[in-house]
T-cell receptor, first 111, second 115 residues
Framework: QQQVKQSPQSLIVQKGGISIINCAYE??????FPWYQQFPGKGPALLIAIRPDVSEKKEGRFTISFNKSAKQFSLHIMDSQPGDSATYFC??????????FGAGTRLFVKA | EPEVTQTPSHQVTQMGQEVILRCVPISNHLYFYWYRQILGQKVEFLVS????????KSEIFDDQFSVERPDGSNFTLKIRSTKLEDSAMYFC?????????????FGPGTRLTVL
């Protein structure tokens, strides 16, 4: 119930392409869904986040799509760049409690 | 921009030794967390701390672990007798308040290596 399932485990995309990472959850108490970007040797950094009363949120090249009925959400990276190569974690929170992370997706954008 | 800081960046210790990992959360934040990440794996919650007491802990956070806020700025994680499997990155995080959409800020991490 506390898990967030993330796929794929790794992703290779050509420069300029679209990167898509998918996540699913079970716990309906989750009310905040952040995505984190992590570069090697660094801590996770908040990339973009969404609340379940919204179906889509866009910030620059990054878009979250949220399907509350299916309990699924996804991250789309448009016009992917080599600098986007990192590990991406979806996550979920309920109130001020712990953040539950997905397993992570290693994205590599080929130049 | 305010940030969470952690020291040391890398700690090497012998199995059975005690280690203390230190964190300075963002100054006006009220909730503090420790997470760990074993190499190549996901970030796992260890413990949350609010109002000078543990508010939640995971099954990983057993009697070998303890947390403390010894003064108004530091937040520490102590591992009493380290095991090989404690080798991981340990991240401290802090958040302003209890509302879920308050951004959780992570520190750069401490890499713990247990030999």
């Amino acid at each position: 119930q506390q898990q967030v399932k993330q796929s794929p485990q790794s992703l290779i995309v050509q420069k300029g392409g679209i990167s898509i990472i998918n996540c699913a959850y079970e716990n309906t108490a989750f009310d905040y869904f952040p995505w984190y970007q992590q570069f090697p040797g660094k801590g996770p950094a908040l990339l973009i986040a969404i609340r379940p009363d919204v179906s889509e949120k866009k910030e620059g090249r990054f878009t979250i799509s949220f399907n509350k009925s299916a309990k699924q959400f996804s991250l789309h990276i448009m016009d992917s760049q080599p600098g986007d190569s990192a590990t991406y974690f979806c996550a979920a929170k309920a109130g001020g409690f712990k953040t539950i992370f997905g397993a992570g997706t290693r994205l590599f954008v080929k130049a | 921009e305010p940030e969470v800081t952690q020291t040391p960046s890398h700690q090497v210790t012998q199995m059975g030794q005690e280690v203390i990992l230190r964190c300075v959360p963002i100054s006006n934040h009220l909730y503090f967390y420790w997470y760990r990440q074993i190499l190549g794996q996901k970030v796992e919650f260890l413990v949350s701390f609010y109002n000078n007491e543990i508010s939640e802990k995971s099954e990983i956070f057993d009697d070998q672990f303890s947390v403390e806020r010894p003064d108004g700025s530091n937040f520490t994680l102590k591992i009493r007798s380290t095991k090989l499997e404690d080798s991981a990155m340990y991240f401290c995080a802090s958040i302003l308040g209890s509302v879920s959409y308050n951004e959780q800020f992570f520190g750069p991490g401490t890499r713990l290596t247990v030999l």
